[in-house]
């Protein structure tokens, strides 16, 4: 009897034979091992759907529908990314089109002695060998990242060296009519004592606000690996405003020594469809992790978010938020999980997802987790959906507020607490003017 090809398994398929025919930018035999590994796993591994646990909210099947084609070299002028960069980093910054490398876009002149700042082919070797695809858990996705990896951003900060100047990690799309399949990966890796503020920047090319519909699909598969050493700090901000009829799934996967530090600022706006699997490893005593997250979605846009951090030392402590605002029939998905095992005594963890419904039509499902077996913990979860408060809006009304402008004064505040997290200015900014801009529409 023979079996029936479904959809998605032609399209993983599809999506590794493309991944298979990116060439690397280097002849290394870590990144040759990393591909043949990957492309190993990925047609071990089950292609997601609704049927497992992880996906079951999220559907992939207008994603599975696409034929996507290999990425093509795109030359773009430089004027061309002025709605991207930020003032702070204007010396500081890696350009990545269509998962190429830019080196005539890139400036790094601003970083100091001790930070090592460029893409794969330029990168230490050893510094491959000894991190990049060190993370092992297996995933669909991740493994097809691994099977193309051809090129990719790296920043390696040396012992005890503070990196007060962003550095600007910035991956744009030239929207074609042609859907293409991109496959950014970042490595960074702060060693013991090191500290440095990275900013990843996911966006189109577009003549008007990137996150807007183009009308053209594509696929952007990132995956961003992230090394902290003893007593080393990382504040990482994420920003996603892909084009809307794109695809974005990423994932981030960080591991923490004892006394480091890491923050994310998270911030989704853009994509048809967006997940973001967020895979934290604390491998220390001592070591903190903050998570602040708002999505921003409308029309028939889905953002996903699954987040699973893992405390396995005592005094560990991990602090999340996570926000979502639903407008239109968009549909926001959280997934928070913590481990707390018996060796992490002493750990303090709290998780939030609150959510702001606009309309009647918004959907949002929400599963804030804790798994415990240590005894001596203060741990917290929790969640929360509401809708724009008729009180509220009526006292600001009566104050002499039209309706549009109490509406949006409200949905201001409510993303203000995690937009104030962003450490620059102009982004913050930026970010803000975008989200007030959506909350009138």
Not at 52 to 66: H, R
Not at 81 to 103: C, D, M, R, W
Request: glycine share 6%; with cysteine; aromatic share 6%.
């Amino acid at each position: 009897m023979t079996a029936i090809i479904t959809k998605p398994e032609q399209s993983g398929e599809l999506l590794l034979k493309l991944s298979r025919e990116t060439v690397p930018t280097i002849d290394n035999g870590k990144i040759l091992e990393l591909r043949e590994s990957g492309a190993s796993k990925a047609q071990e591994l089950a292609i997601p759907g609704r049927k497992d646990e992880e996906w079951q909210f999220t559907d992939l099947s207008q994603l599975w529908a696409i034929d996507f084609c290999v990425p093509q070299p795109v030359t773009i002028d430089k004027n061309a990314l002025a709605t991207f960069l930020l003032p702070e980093a204007k010396n500081s910054h890696l350009v990545f089109v269509n998962g190429i490398y830019q080196p005539e876009l890139s400036d790094i002149s601003a970083l100091p002695a001790g930070v090592s700042v460029g893409h794969f082919a330029n990168a230490q070797n050893d510094v491959l060998v000894n991190y990049l695809g060190k993370e092992k858990t297996p995933e669909f996705f991740t493994a097809l990242n691994q099977a193309g990896l051809s090129d990719g951003a790296v920043i390696y900060v040396t012992a005890n060296t503070v990196v007060t100047t962003p550095i600007h990690l910035l991956f744009i799309t030239v929207v074609e009519e042609i859907p293409r399949f991109y496959q950014p990966h970042s490595l960074i890796v702060a060693e013991t004592g090191a500290s440095v503020n990275i900013i990843e920047n996911y966006g189109a090319l577009a003549e008007h606000c990137s996150d807007l519909p183009l009308n053209y699909s594509y696929f952007t598969n990132a995956v961003t690996e992230i090394y902290l050493e003893a007593n080393a700090e990382v504040i990482h901000t994420r920003v996603q405003r892909e084009s809307g009829d794109g695809f974005h799934i990423g994932r981030t996967i960080i591991e923490q020594g004892r006394d480091s530090r890491y923050t994310l600022n998270e911030i989704n706006l853009g994509a048809k469809l967006c997940r973001h699997n967020l895979d934290i490893l604390q491998k220390g005593e001592q070591t903190e992790t903050n998570l602040h997250g708002l999505a921003m979605i409308t029309g028939q846009q889905t953002t996903d978010t699954h987040s699973a951090i893992y405390l396995n030392h005592p005094h560990g402590i991990t602090k999340q938020l996570h926000k979502c605002i639903v407008d239109g029939s968009a549909h926001a998905i959280f997934n928070g999980k913590v481990f707390v095992p018996k060796p992490a005594q002493l750990t303090n963890a709290s998780q939030l997802n609150r959510n702001l419904l606009i309309s009647n039509k918004a959907r949002v499902n929400t599963k804030p987790e804790l798994q415990i077996t240590a005894d001596n913990v203060k741990c917290s979860h929790g969640a929360t959906v509401s809708q724009l408060e008729a009180d509220d809006l009526f006292y600001l009304q009566s104050r002499g507020l039209s309706a549009d402008t109490a509406r949006s004064l409200l949905i201001d505040a409510f993303s203000a607490e995690i937009l104030a997290k962003i450490p620059l200015e102009s982004l913050r900014q930026r970010l803000g003017q975008c989200v007030a801009c959506r909350s009138v529409e």
